[in-house]
């Protein structure tokens, strides 16, 4: 066992969640309370996932409820996160799906993921949770840049850009910055960081030959899935399809 589960745990977890608010708090980052609910939100939710997940794992109905379950939640929380509560978050969900349907649909028919929990869902799960960030960091960026611009889309439009196409050339090397973390994790595994899922082969018994083809596997599959969802979110914007409070209704320019 990696770490043992007992009172030291405890208090250095509670220790760690409390330094990272006081930074947070101390820099004038954002709200501690942010840090403090997102650590309890974690822990309440493993302790939920760690007694169900074995059970749904024996059956199908449950295994394939519990990954809509997943990508529910990654479509809420993306949503919200770029639109900052304006309608149309659900949109969020269009990214998100383009990048992990395809990927995870042609591994499950090619045999490479058998459908079977103990499979699927850690990769299910990777994936998704790579869409999330990729269509929060992508869509967040781009509407940023056209609040900050909007002058250069007027511009555009003067000349006679559409109101898509004036958007794309201001939104899109912004939006692009997305795919960074993603690029930098494959660039460096192995250097930098052991990434969980090679780890976790290893703890399992697995060879490092055999731990290391899957990390590859994931992290070339998560490639795939952020440029995809990157490139949709970016599309969403352009179109109007995500934006922010008020401008949701009017059609206008981006809300702060």
Not at 24 to 44: N, W
Request: charged fraction near 15%; glycine fraction near 14%.
């Amino acid at each position: 066992m990696l770490l043992d589960v007992n009172v030291a745990f405890g208090v250095v977890l509670a220790v760690l969640l409390a330094v990272a608010a006081g930074v947070v708090a101390v820099a004038r980052l954002g709200s501690p309370r942010d840090s403090l609910v997102a650590g309890l939100r974690a822990a309440v939710q493993l302790v939920a996932v760690s007694l169900v997940i074995g059970w749904v794992m024996r059956h199908l109905p449950l295994l394939l409820g519990f990954l809509l379950l997943m990508y529910g939640v990654a479509v809420w929380t993306a949503g919200r996160r770029v639109t900052r509560g304006g309608a149309g978050w659900w949109c969020a969900g269009v990214p998100i799906a383009a990048g992990v349907a395809p990927v995870v649909g042609t591994l499950v028919l090619t045999g490479l993921v058998p459908v079977r929990g103990v499979a699927l869902i850690p990769v299910t799960g990777i994936l998704i949770g790579g869409a999330l960030t990729a269509t929060v960091l992508g869509g967040r960026r781009a509407l940023d840049e056209l609040g900050n611009r909007w002058g250069e889309v007027e511009a555009g439009l003067a000349v006679g850009l559409g109101e898509r196409e004036a958007r794309l050339e201001v939104a899109r090397e912004a939006a692009s910055d997305a795919l960074l973390p993603g690029l930098d994790q494959t660039r460096t595994v192995g250097l930098v960081t052991l990434p969980g899922a090679f780890v976790g082969m290893l703890l399992g018994g697995a060879s490092p030959w055999e731990a290391g083809a899957v990390q590859l596997f994931v992290l070339v599959a998560l490639m795939v899935v952020q440029a995809v969802a990157v490139a949709v979110v970016l599309e969403l914007v352009a179109r109007g399809r995500l934006v922010r409070g008020p401008a949701a209704a009017e059609g206008g320019k981006p809300g702060r």
